[in-house]
């Protein structure tokens, strides 16, 4: 295949298997602006498959770091009524979301972190509707990544601008299963693999998971109780049909307890986070919580995450990658996380998903709580996953059970 013709199935499967674009649905498509032949591409096969309208928005992360630079507070302490009255709107008008990104993952670097905090908090209670919605996959939405020259140049620091470019969609392609043979079809049957891993773990119940790595990693975290752990393909609200929130995407999750976390994460991969990396960082829990932490670049950055409210500091999400992947088949951290978390195992901070645990998405905000659910404005996913990862499972009535050896599946 062409890149050409590689561009035109990725578009395709964009649409078909990550937004599952129904005829007469409304397409709310963000893109970034560099890739705006892309995006016109994805909008066309939009339009072919039915959508009623392709609202697009271009996105210039340039333009936004130059307003953290030169705009006063002021104007990040609010969040206009607009904003918050389109998305919540879309949300609830069964509008699929479809995210394509590429961003630069410095592109905020040195930028003034009070201004990112103030408007992170200023757009969180205006915006709830549509992040609770989000969450619970009340509405479809889709992130799929597309290569710009400033990612590229930080994935392949060594070569020419344009020739890195095309080296990154070409592992892109990789990463998404696009090559010879029906991508779409190849979709599927992973996604049927996931399910029956996600089935598998769910049956466990398990009450601990202990990890233990070379690196470091000696760590317990609690599973909620009437955990599910999802994976693969979401659910079509309307009719249960699939989509697929992430491209790429290999990991089975579940809700952590989260106020059961002891010991120590060594992260296998930089973090980017708000444009700003943290590397070779190390996170000490006790009952749940971050007690101390370490990094070697970007400490300021990660504590600035660490405390952006209570639920920063704890655990939202707990997922399984095995080690060998399509992603790290590539042998190349994206710094980027949609990539870089389907290559490891990975936690999140923060959030947790209330469609992980047995009638979440109905509890309200006290009764997730009380579940061992996580609240928080932010939602980080990290990496902890290595060649030599193992975990262990632990039964209510203490049976063991070895998960992952070696990084990967051990059942
Ligand atoms: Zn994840
Ligand atoms: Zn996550």
Redesign the pocket.
């Known amino acids: 295949m062409t890149l050409d013709e590689k561009k035109n199935a990725y578009a395709a499967l964009i649409v078909k298997a990550g937004g599952r674009v129904r005829p007469g649905q409304k397409v709310f498509l963000r893109c970034p602006v560099e890739c705006y032949e892309f995006g016109r591409l994805v909008a066309r096969k939009a339009y072919e498959a039915g959508a009623s309208e392709v609202d697009t928005e271009w996105q210039d992360l340039y333009l936004s770091r130059m307003r953290l630079d030169y705009a006063p507070m002021e104007v990040f302490t609010h969040c206009p009524e607009w904003t918050a009255l389109k998305l919540n709107t879309y949300a609830q008008s069964d509008v699929v979301f479809i995210s394509l990104r590429g961003a630069d993952p410095e592109i905020f670097k040195g930028v003034d972190p009070a201004k990112q905090a103030a408007e992170m908090r200023a757009m969180h209670e205006p915006l709830k509707v549509y992040h609770k919605m989000l969450t619970t996959m009340g509405f479809k939405w889709t992130i799929a990544g597309v290569p710009t020259t400033g990612w590229a140049r930080k994935v392949y620091p060594m070569i020419n601008e344009q020739v890195a470019v095309t080296r990154l969609w070409d592992a892109i392609f990789e990463t998404v299963r696009i090559g010879d043979g029906d991508a779409y079809g190849k979709w599927m049957a992973h996604a049927e693999n996931l399910a029956g891993r996600c089935a598998a773990m769910t049956a466990w119940q398990f009450k601990t998971l202990r990890y233990e790595s070379a690196n470091g990693t000696d760590f317990t975290v609690g599973l909620a109780e009437h955990h599910r752990f999802e994976g693969g393909a979401d659910r079509d609200p309307a009719d249960g049909g699939p989509f697929f929130a992430n491209m790429p995407t290999e990991?089975v999750?579940t809700m952590p307890d989260c106020r059961v976390a002891e010991g120590t994460l060594v992260a296998s991969m930089p973090l980017s986070w708000q444009g700003c990396l943290i590397e070779d960082f190390r996170l000490v829990f006790h009952e749940g919580a971050v007690v101390d932490y370490d990094a070697r670049r970007g400490k300021e950055t990660l504590r600035r995450l660490l405390e952006s409210d209570e639920g920063s500091r704890r655990l939202g999400?707990c997922?399984l990658v095995p080690y060998p992947s399509p992603v790290s088949a590539q042998g190349i951290l994206f710094y980027n996380t949609l990539f870089d978390?389907n290559a490891a195992c990975?936690f999140?901070l923060g959030q947790c998903y209330e469609t992980n645990i047995e009638g979440g998405p109905e509890m309200t905000e006290e009764e997730l709580k009380a579940h061992g659910g996580n609240v928080s404005m932010n939602h980080v996913?990290f990496m902890v996953g290595t060649a030599d990862l193992k975990i262990t499972g632990t039964r209510a009535d203490g049976e063991e059970v070895v998960v992952f050896q070696n990084g990967t599946w051990a059942f």
């Open positions: 990991e999750f999400e997922a978390e990975h999140a996913d």
